[in-house]
């Protein structure tokens, strides 16, 4: 079974619609990050989490939000989906002092 | 703010030849450098990673170099496969605080012609 797991792998959703992407990990790992791909411009960073109790904003934070349910649970919400949300949605995790992160698959999400 | 700039965007090599993809970092402090491949519908995976207390790493057919003083580091894949075929991802820590974040660069495409 993969260590880190996301869904869902794929969804369509309309503009103005609150949809949550979640992310589970059998990993131990402390800490738990959310990405976005875009074409061109890489990985950047949305929120981070140390642990349940410590979330953190990355790069990219405005129209996101996130909860930490458990140390193996870590989810991502667009409250109010826009068309420029439109991306590929990664979850990652590490070992608190490490660097290493491993991902998971991915969910691609289409704003229309 | 920190910043990754990576080269080229594309990539294409005939099979059996090298594949060098170029990145530089802005913040002086970053220590830690690794390397990240992601195949076609997939989440990026570690494939290689170098720390700021060497200047080279090798794991068969690819390397990676740093230069501290420059502030660039560099994958080496050589003899090139098809399976090689993915988008490579470099990325550098990020020194502020014990946070564990890293700053990525925007990748590269890489086409192995058979």
């Known amino acids: 079974d993969a260590d880190v797991t996301q869904t869902p792998r794929n969804r369509i959703t309309k503009t103005g619609k609150r949809i949550m992407l979640e992310c589970s990990q059998t990993k131990g790992h402390d800490r738990m990050y959310w990405y976005r791909q875009d074409p061109g411009l890489g990985l950047r960073l949305i929120y981070y989490s140390f642990d349940v109790k410590d979330i953190n904003k990355g790069e990219i934070s405005d129209g996101y939000s996130v909860s930490r349910q458990a140390q193996a649970k870590f989810s991502l919400s667009l409250e109010s989906a826009i068309p420029n949300q439109t991306a590929l949605y990664f979850c990652a995790t590490s070992e608190g002092g490490s660097y290493e992160q491993y991902f998971g698959p991915g969910t691609r999400l289409t704003v229309t | 703010g920190e910043n990754v700039e990576q080269h080229p965007s594309t990539l294409s090599v005939q099979e059996g030849d090298s594949a060098v993809i170029k990145c530089t970092y802005s913040d002086s402090a970053s220590n830690y450098f690794p390397w990240y491949k992601q195949e076609l519908g997939k989440g990026p995976q570690l494939i290689i990673d170098i720390r700021s207390n060497v200047g080279e790493k090798k794991d068969q057919r690819i390397a990676v170099t740093l230069n501290k003083t420059a502030k660039h580091f560099s994958l080496h894949i050589t003899e090139t496969q098809p399976e090689d075929s993915a988008v490579y991802f470099c990325a550098a820590s990020i ?20």
């Open chain 2, 95 to 114: 020194s502020s605080g014990n946070t564990g974040k890293l700053i990525f660069g925007q990748g590269t495409t890489l086409q192995v012609k058979p």
